[in-house]
């Protein structure tokens, strides 16, 4: 499995910097599936997780789990009830 998840992982990082180029950095292990993809100041994470949703790709924006967003109500997904 380790073998795998490191074929998979090294198609994924390959194919992030191939469409996002020098743009991003990308913090990964190479030995499992999860990876963070650092995006430059201004960036909007929401709009990069959409579209990789569109492409069948599973992730998460960590604007989503930011304190920030959430206290500031910028993000629908956070907004105090």
Known sequence: MRVLYMERNELLV???????????????????????????????????????????????PLSMLSKKAGATGTDPWLRRR
Do not use: C, F, N, Y
């Not at 194919?15 to 999860?34: D, F, R, Y």
């Not at 430059?40 to 949703?53: F, S, V």
């Open 14 to 60: 390959a194919e992030i910097e191939k469409q996002l180029g020098a743009t991003v950095e990308i913090v990964s292990v190479p030995a499992g599936m999860h990876l963070v993809v650092l995006l430059p100041d201004g960036a909007e994470d929401i709009i990069l997780w959409q579209r990789a949703a569109e492409a069948g790709i599973a992730s998460w």
